[in-house]
């Protein structure tokens, strides 16, 4: 009995601790798990914060600096990235036709750094590739130097162009100046006209002496090729020649409608016209001659 006693004994001790050891490991356990969801929390608590002390003292005020930044080149001159640029400083500009030396651009030219955004297209300060070009229009004090305000002296015109002058009737009250784009068209006098020479540049355009308002006449200097100059001397015979304006250079050029070998025979319709009217009238005035020396006798 006593040795059973202590064998139950034995075995309900062995029981009881078996089970505090599983209690002992499931607290453990428990006690385990509750600390990685703290760890994990409180890492979390850790990104949260460092991403906001990042947004907050880094990432915002670069965005706002940057912001600043763009609006302050919008609208502020001193903070507006520039360009060198070459600008007439002489009061007196430059004239169109003239070749460029450096003594020319050491009096008239200076180079200044201008805001991006209020630089013309295409302009330039390359001093040394306009030496010995040739100017192709007026250009005023202030005035932004374009590189096509400049040609070589030999592809001003082509080398059948000469400058020649013509007599013309109109100047678009006043608008048309050297260095315009303009039509010439011959007026037939009758409502009919015809477009000669199409989208020419002025040389140079002046006033003669005619105190005749109402016909008031223009010496106009072009350069023209040989097929201009026939058309032209040809339409100075059977009408009066006139201007037409061009707005901006980019204009479609007007098609030529003049015809050479219409006009040569409008011209000789018309010589003959004269000579049958110079005939009659010198019939008429012998008829009257004889007439009157009839009535004498």
């Given amino acids: 009995m006593n040795q059973m006693w202590r064998c139950d004994k034995q075995t309900t001790s062995c029981g ?6 599983r209690n002992v490991k499931d607290g453990c356990f428990m006690r385990s798990n ?11 608590c850790v990104i949260i914060a ?9 990432k915002i005020p670069q965005i706002k600096e940057l912001v600043e930044n763009r609006v ?12 060198k640029v070459l600008v007439v400083k002489s009061e007196k500009g430059i004239a169109k036709n003239t070749k460029i030396s450096l003594e020319i651009i050491e009096e ?7 805001p991006i955004k209020y ?5 330039t300060a390359n001093i040394e590739a306009l030496v010995g070009k040739v100017s192709t229009q007026n250009l005023s004090y202030g005035q932004q130097v374009i590189a096509d305000f400049f040609v070589d002296q030999e592809r001003k015109h082509g080398d059948l162009h000469r400058l020649k002058e013509y007599s013309v009737f109109n100047r678009v009250d006043g608008n048309v100046k050297a260095g315009n784009l303009v039509d010439i068209i011959v007026d037939y006098q009758n409502g009919d006209y015809d477009i000669v020479v199409s989208k020419i540049r002025v040389e140079s355009i002046s006033s003669k002496n005619n105190d005749d308002l109402k016909n008031k006449e223009y010496v106009i200097v072009m350069a023209v090729n040989e097929v201009q100059f026939r058309d032209l001397f040809l339409a100075e015979k059977i009408g009066v020649l006139k201007t037409r304006l061009y707005i901006d250079d980019d204009q479609k050029a007007s ?8 006009a040569m025979e409008k011209l000789l319709i018309e010589k003959e016209n004269s000579v049958k009217t110079t005939t009659n009238t010198r019939e008429a005035e012998s008829q009257d001659e004889i007439s009157q020396a009839s009535d004498e006798e």
């Fill in 16 to 21: 009881i601790k078996k089970l505090r050891n």
């Fill in 34 to 44: 509750k600390e990685k969801v703290l760890l994990v929390i409180a890492v979390a």
């Fill in 50 to 58: 460092a991403l906001i002390y990042y947004y907050n003292n880094v």
């Fill in 72 to 83: 302050r080149i919008e609208i502020d001159v001193m903070a507006m990235p520039t360009k």
């Fill in 108 to 114: 008239h030219f200076e180079v200044l750094e201008i």
């Fill in 119 to 123: 630089v013309a297209r295409n302009t």
């Fill in 255 to 262: 098609d030529v409608t003049f015809n050479h070998i219409v």
